[in-house]
């Protein structure tokens, strides 16, 4: 009996070995990993697998990441380790390497030639705090090009960022997008754009005087306060008519915060947008859910800023997902915050060479509109305007698909291409390279630069379309207030009310096993 068991033990651990083995050999080209985090933050997007099957060649990672690090840049190594064997584990081609710059003066100034520079970090050491000399940087080799992620400080967008890096080396043939100012006179800071943009593609500046340049793909035209030369006008149909794609950003008001004045645009670039079936309005476009603007308010004998919310910058979140092609520009967006956008009405009857149009984002249905006797006063004593809200959404951004393969995206807002406007605003830039990359039919990084959370409110009133529109703002604050109080108290009460009843049922339980032993030592 002896003997049998023992070798029925020995056949069983024979057999467990052999099948972990032939189990590890199986995974290894055959894996799968299990992510539950809400946007699959810890495995690689088909985005990002998408790009790495392109791969022809070696792609060598050289990672430079000091050893004694402080404790919060601890996980940030860990995740990036993490994230490099996903992309190894996708293709043979792919192989990284982590280095400690500073325990090899070779390898200090191998880094320097690589572009990655320390950087001085404070941390506690023995109860005392300490200055650093750390290395947070990574250098990407392919062939013979090279791209550089010099500071990697978190987890958030890494895996954007080295799957951006990975396409720039192994994309050949760079598409081409141009900029135009419609008036010299407004010409645009766009600093933060054109560094986005040449990560991707080549860049350049486009005079509107002068013939569009043939190899421009994608042009970005910036709108005007004036009329444009007709000869623009003619250069922008033609680019269009070639299967050309267009991004325009006009406002149909001009606006000027600081004097709190505002002008309707006389410009024949409204007849332009005409003939695509795009009939850009001459007013603002107000929400309730909105952003927000200092102010200055006397309290006492000082006067202090204080934030206060501003219907004229509104914050939407309300995006056309349906629709095929629409869904693919706003793929997972939270939200975009348009300054000073007008209303963007579409017609139904199709010119003769539109196929169709598609709404891209609205503002929400608690909404408004102002027309004439334009007042920007944020005090809502001042401006009546502000209380006249509860209208249905109005689009902000809408995009024409033409005949000839050519199309023209129209958002509502003359200054969101620029530093000083939209692209000041993270989630702006997100669905401006988002355009972009979908106008050049380059669409593999769309979904991956949506993937970062970076706002998600909590909706505590949860009202239908309907009840948006029936209710009050003055209701709604108050409402909102009592709620909030509410779940306030719950936090207070909830966790002092679980800790006592968990205590008791300790107690209770250590007395049952004190009855326990009592009875059987007894």
């Not at 909404?367 to 334009?374: K, T």
């Not at 698909?401 to 993270?426: N, T, V, Y």
């Amino acid at each position: 009996m002896l003997i049998k068991n023992k070798n029925s033990f020995i056949v069983f651990v024979g057999g467990l070995l052999v099948g972990l083995i032939l189990l590890n050999l199986i995974s290894r080209d055959n894996f799968h990993r299990f992510d539950l985090t809400d946007n699959k933050k810890f495995s690689l997007s088909p985005s990002s697998k998408t790009i790495v099957s392109k791969l022809d060649d070696r792609l060598t990672i050289k990672v430079y990441f000091s050893d004694d690090l402080p404790s919060e840049l601890g996980n940030t190594r860990r995740f990036l380790q993490d994230i490099l064997e996903e992309y190894q584990a996708l293709s043979d081609d792919v192989s990284f390497f982590f280095h400690a710059p500073e325990s090899d003066s070779e390898l200090e100034e191998q880094a320097r030639k690589d572009g990655i520079q320390p950087v001085q970090m404070q941390a506690l050491e023995n109860d005392q705090m300490v200055v650093k000399k750390v290395y947070l940087g990574m250098v990407l080799l392919f062939e013979n090009k090279k791209e550089i992620i010099p500071l990697i400080q978190s987890t958030a967008g890494l895996e954007y960022m080295i799957s951006t890096k990975i396409k720039s080396l192994i994309n050949i043939d760079k598409k081409t997008i141009g900029l135009m100012a419609l008036n010299d006179e407004e010409q645009p800071k766009t600093d933060n754009l054109t560094s986005q943009l040449n990560q991707h593609y080549n860049f350049r500046s486009v005079d509107p005087k002068t013939d569009i340049p043939e190899n421009i793909d994608v042009l970005l035209v910036s709108g005007g306060v004036d009329s444009v030369e007709e000869n623009t006008i003619i250069n922008l149909t033609s680019f269009l008519g070639a299967g050309k794609k267009i991004l325009m950003t006009q406002s149909g008001v001009n606006t000027d915060i600081q004097s709190q004045q505002a002008f309707p645009i006389e410009s024949n670039i409204f007849e332009f947008l005409n003939k695509y079936d795009l009939d850009l309005q001459k007013n603002l476009v107000l929400d309730s859910k909105c952003g927000n603007v200092q102010v200055q308010q006397s309290v006492g004998l000082f006067r202090m800023n204080r934030a206060v919310q501003y219907p004229f910058f509104p914050v939407v979140d309300t995006f056309n997902s349906k629709d095929s092609v629409a869904g693919i520009i706003v793929n997972k967006l939270e939200q975009i915050l348009p300054l000073f956008p007008s209303e963007i009405k579409i017609d139904t009857v199709r010119s003769e060479n539109v196929l169709n149009v598609f709404t891209l984002f609205t503002s929400s249905n608690n909404s408004g509109l102002m027309s004439s006797n334009f007042m920007l006063s944020p005090d809502p004593q001042q401006n009546p305007f502000l209380q006249l809200l509860g209208q249905s959404g109005k689009v902000l951004s809408a995009l024409s698909s033409l005949k000839g393969g050519g199309e023209l995206m129209l958002i509502s807002d003359s200054k969101f291409l620029s530093d000083e406007g939209g692209m000041s605003i993270p989630d702006n830039m997100v669905f401006l390279m988002n355009a972009v990359d979908y106008l050049a039919d380059d669409e593999d990084l769309i979904s991956l630069r949506s993937r970062e959370v970076t706002s998600r409110p909590l909706d505590i009133l949860q009202l239908s379309d309907e009840e948006e529109l029936a209710i009050s703002q003055d209701d709604k604050d108050k409402k909102a207030d009592r709620i909030k109080k509410r779940w306030k108290l719950a936090n207070i009460v909830l966790p002092s009310l679980l800790i006592i009843g968990f205590g008791f049922l300790r107690i209770r339980k250590e007395k049952n096993q004190a009855e326990v032993l009592k009875q059987i030592y007894d």
